[in-house]
């Protein structure tokens, strides 16, 4: 039986009304990894895939490494 799902909005979450976000500690990053955010975000917003924010629902960068 095939069963068919409902497209998803990766960008949309359902919000719990008076929820708080979860606050962690800042994790600081090697430099190297640093400079590559850096890069990676500066043109991912000159490409218009990324858009400034000051929401306070946000996430750490983790860096995960692509195996070919």
Do not use: C, N, Y
Not at 31 to 54: C, F, P, Y
Request: aromatic share 2%; no cysteine; glycine share 4%.
């Amino acid at each position: 039986i095939r069963q068919q799902h409902a497209a998803v909005d990766p960008t949309e979450r359902e919000l719990v009304p008076g929820a708080k976000p979860v606050v962690l500690p800042h994790r600081r990053l090697p430099q190297a990894q640093q400079e590559v955010i850096r890069q990676m975000v500066s043109g991912q917003l000159e490409a218009g895939v990324l858009d400034m924010s000051k929401s306070e629902w946000r996430s750490q960068v983790l860096i995960v490494p692509k195996h070919i």
